[in-house]
Every structure is written in C-alpha cells, then in structure tokens.
C-alpha cells in the first residue's frame, strides 16, 4: 500500500512497505488548484528511485509525463536539504505531451520497452482532454469523458502487464473544484488508491488516503519560499 511518506521523504522501511503490494497499480493525487500537486508528484518520482539497486547492477528510473509550458510555468518545490545536482535527477524522463494522444501513443508501446520504470508519473491528467476536441472526434456531448476512460483502461492494460515483469506504479493528478464525487465518477474503476488534499483554511494543506481507508493518517504540508514543507503527519479519523 503508498503511504503518504511517499509524498514527502523516503526511508527503507517505507519501501518495503509499498513495494510488495501489486494492488497499488494506479494511484490517483487529487486536489484543488495551486496545492502543490505537481510538486508532491516530483517529490514522489524521488523517492521512488532513490531505492537500492535491483540486484542486476541498474538502479529504477521514473517517467514524468507533463505538458511542457505548464511545468516551466510553475516548476516544482522540492524539500529543502535536497542535493538538486544528485545523479538521482538524471533517472527522471521527462516526457513532454500536449494531448491524450500523446498519452495513448506512449502506453500502447509500453510493452515493448526493454526496461520498465518504477513509476510513470502523469501530471495534470485530465487537462490533456480537452472538452470541444473530444466531443467532436466522438460526436457524443460526453466525449471528454469517453476519451479519459479509454486511456485509462489503455494505461491499466499496460500497468498489469508490466507487472508481470516488475514492480511499476502509475501516478495520476488531477484537479477538483470542491466537491470530488464528479471526479471520482470517472475514476473510481480504475484507481486503487485515492489520495486527497484540501485546504485548512490557515494556508496549509492536508492530504490523506481516502481509498482505501486502512491508512488514515493526514499529511499536513505547505509551499514556502520555493519549498516544500511537511509540517506534520497526524492519526486521522477513518471514514
């Protein structure tokens, strides 16, 4: 099971925590606009390389699929104390798409690579559909909806036979205004973990696992001065 640490700073144990759990294949971070997403995200692709090596002398990489102008637009804050020149930067891909075509393309190859990552991390997920273009291409008024769905189940084929292989993790995020059960509509098939951040009303954040609720410990953070701050992780109320 991805714990929330996850988020924030690795450490052996958690590892080993989350890498024996196959259910964990695809990950949902969902949260309202300017929360850091994008950098928990970054965070994330961290930690999930800074493992030992596999045992075959090649240590895990990450693949980051974003859009290009919106990560220059707001770059990541990443913890403080972090070495920015670590090698460990260099096994992060970046991978720049401007719509969900990108996307399919990247994952219906996906069982041809000779490698697999130990993550692929997808920011913004659902900015790559945009709502005119999908209506049209399927003449339906729900055709964004149409078009998130079947790159969802394109990407869960992809991550349940890279599985057989080897441990991959993908990582979506996505933005709510509000009220998440929209959002959770088009996703909760294809999802088993949902983690959430809302606001505290003091300028901080609180993310937490919603789905499943095992883990219901709640991860207070913030942004300040270009950082990333975890403030605190706290026992929650499960739900």
């Known amino acids: 099971m991805v714990v929330v640490e996850m988020f924030f700073a690795a450490n052996s144990s958690m590892h080993s925590s989350t890498s024996n759990h196959h259910s964990d294949t695809i990950i949902l971070l969902s949260g309202p606009p300017s929360c850091g997403k994008t950098s928990l995200l970054f ?13 075959m002398g090649s240590r895990p990489s990450v693949v980051f699929i974003c859009c290009r102008r919106r990560l220059e637009s707001r770059p990541p804050c990443l913890l403080k104390g972090i070495d920015r020149s670590s090698g460990a ?30 993550a692929v991390i997808i920011d913004d997920f659902g900015d790559f559909f945009d709502e005119r273009n999908c209506q049209q291409r399927y003449g ?26 080897a441990h991959c993790k993908l ?5 709510h205004l509000g009220d998440s059960s929209r ?4 996703y909760k098939r294809w999802v088993s973990s949902l983690f959430t951040i809302q606001g505290d009303g003091s300028g901080s954040f609180l993310l937490k696992n919603s789905i ?6 709640v991860a207070k953070y913030s942004i300040a001065l270009q950082y990333l701050v975890l403030n605190g992780i706290t026992e929650g109320a499960g739900s």
Not at 149 to 160: D, F, H, I, K, T
């Open 183 to 186: 959002l959770l509509y088009i």
């Open 171 to 175: 990582l979506l995020s996505d933005m």
């Open 140 to 165: 339906n008024a729900r055709g964004r909806d149409m078009a998130m769905v079947r790159v969802l189940a394109l990407c869960q084929s992809a991550m349940l036979h890279a599985n057989k292989k």
């Open 43 to 55: 965070q994330f692709a961290l930690n999930s390389i800074s493992t030992e090596d596999d045992g």
């Open 89 to 118: 930067f260099h096994r992060i891909q970046m991978k720049y798409v401007d719509d969900d075509e990108g996307i399919k393309k990247y994952f219906a190859a996906f069982h041809l690579h000779d490698t697999l990552p130990a």
């Open 212 to 217: 499943p609720v095992e883990d219901c410990r």
